[in-house]
């Protein structure tokens, strides 16, 4: 997945919810930061985005899709 496709993403949400693009953005600022600040989670953030970074929405989309569609694509290959 690319920026744009992660762009259009943002904007099917806020268009779903009724709400501004701005607004989610900020929304999903928010629930990102939470997500970082969580300690035990720490691992998981750094494997994922790498030491001392907090992605911006469409990076948190773009990361998290493409290791999804991964672990998908490993669980075809095993089972």
């Not at 998981?44 to 790498?50: E, K, R």
């Amino acid at each position: 997945m690319d920026r744009k496709r992660a762009k259009e993403i943002i904007k099917a949400i806020a268009k779903r919810e009724g709400k501004d693009e701005k607004v989610i953005r900020e929304e999903m600022k928010e629930a990102i930061n939470t997500g970082y600040m969580n300690a035990g989670k720490q691992e998981i953030w750094v494997d994922l985005f790498g030491a001392n970074h907090i992605p911006d929405p469409e990076e948190f989309i773009m990361r998290i899709s493409s290791r999804v569609k991964g672990e998908y694509e490993v669980r075809r290959m095993i089972f």
